[in-house]
């Protein structure tokens, strides 16, 4: 469900996966992440093996009417504290959110998916 916003001049529609796809631009920033987890495995092997990048690998977005969560799953780079790495993450989600769109996100709930050691393709 995409996200509305309302103001005088009219309202603004923006699209989950356009959120996502900031989201996913916005996170990769983050020291510590080595990756995006893939949560649609179908859709994300497909952009994959097509050869396209999708920025919006690992983020789920719920928009209802009321509230706005977010859906990270990630991978780590090894040695780096994962309570740490988490609370950026949020902290940048939080801000891109609110600069880029105008929006607060409810929740951010991040899953780590796996580490990535020095060395490993």
Avoid: W
């Amino acid at each position: 469900m995409p996200t509305v916003t309302v103001n005088e001049m009219g309202k603004i529609v923006i699209a989950d996966e356009v959120i996502a796809t900031a989201t996913g631009i916005a996170a990769l920033d983050c020291y510590g992440l080595a990756d995006m987890a893939p949560r649609k495995v179908m859709r994300d092997s497909l952009s994959g093996f097509l050869g396209r990048e999708n920025p919006a690998r690992g983020v789920d977005i719920t928009s209802l009417p009321d509230r706005l969560e977010v859906e990270l799953s990630i991978v780590v780079s090894y040695g780096t504290r994962i309570p740490e790495v988490a609370e950026n993450l949020r902290e940048k989600i939080r801000y891109t959110l609110q600069d880029t769109f105008g929006i607060q996100a409810d929740k951010i709930n991040i899953h780590v998916q796996g580490v990535k050691v020095p060395g490993e393709r």
